[in-house]
């Protein structure tokens, strides 16, 4: 109940395309939805996160779309560029604890 | 957010040796946190830094394996006790900052 699961593994998109990443979740206690962009040889950087009260949020080319009643959420990358090239992990947590549970991971690359 | 500065940022060490590992954040922090990413993986959480009082481990995790330091609310320190090759990963350590959580670059250790 513990767990977030992470689709698809790697994905590969062509240069000005648009990514989705999608996660679901078990526990409905999760109350923080961050992703993480993770660089080799580097920590994971906190992209954008959602809250359950809203559906959308949007940061610049970056989109969180949460579905409560799925228990699903899902990241899009608008006008994906090379330096999106990273992997990308969905989270979730119980606010008050601070403890991240992290999904899978998915490798994106994008093709020039 | 957070400055987090972690050191040393990669070591290569025996096996039955030991390894502390130093966290500074630039601001006073509630929350700190350690996670273990083990090679091409995702992160999971070992344990939270409680200040003044001993750390609260993960299932699977153990003091005696992983003790951990909190001495203010700026510093922390973890050390991977009695190594073997099976503890080479990256070790980062994370605070809670306002809206969001954020990780240090981690320390990559390889076990020999």
């Known amino acids: 109940q513990q767990q977030v699961k992470q689709s698809p593994q790697s994905l590969i998109v062509q240069k000005g395309g648009i990514s989705i990443i999608n996660c679901a979740y078990e526990?409905?206690?999760?109350?923080?939805f961050p992703w993480y962009q993770q660089f080799p040889g580097k920590g994971p950087a906190l992209l954008i996160a959602?809250?359950?009260?809203?559906s959308e949020k949007k940061e610049g080319r970056f989109t969180i779309s949460f579905n409560k009643s799925a228990k699903q959420f899902s990241l899009h990358i608008m006008d994906s560029q090379p330096g999106d090239s990273a992997t990308y992990f969905c989270?979730?947590?119980?606010?008050?604890?601070?403890?991240?549970?992290f999904g899978q991971g998915t490798t994106l690359q994008v093709k020039p | 957010s957070a400055v987090i500065s972690q050191k040393p940022s990669r070591d290569i060490c025996q096996r039955g040796t030991s390894l502390t590992i130093q966290c500074q954040v630039d601001?006073?922090?509630?929350?700190m946190f350690w996670y273990r990413q083990q090679p091409g993986q995702s992160l999971t959480l070992i344990a939270t830094?409680?200040?003044?009082?001993?750390?609260?481990?993960e299932s699977g995790f153990v003091i005696d394996k992983f003790p951990i330091s909190r001495p203010n609310l700026t510093f922390s320190t973890l050390t991977v006790s009695n190594m073997s090759p099976e503890d080479s990963s990256i070790y980062l350590c994370?605070?809670?900052?306002?809206?969001?959580?954020?990780f240090g670059q981690g320390t990559r250790l390889t076990v020999v």
């Open positions: 994370s605070v809670v900052v306002g809206q969001g959580d954020f």
């Open positions: 526990n409905t206690a999760f109350d923080y």
């Open positions: 959602i809250r359950p009260d809203v």
């Open positions: 989270a979730a947590s119980m606010r008050f604890t601070g403890k991240l549970i």
């Open positions: 601001s006073q922090v509630t929350m």
């Open positions: 830094a409680n200040q003044g009082s001993e750390a609260t481990y």
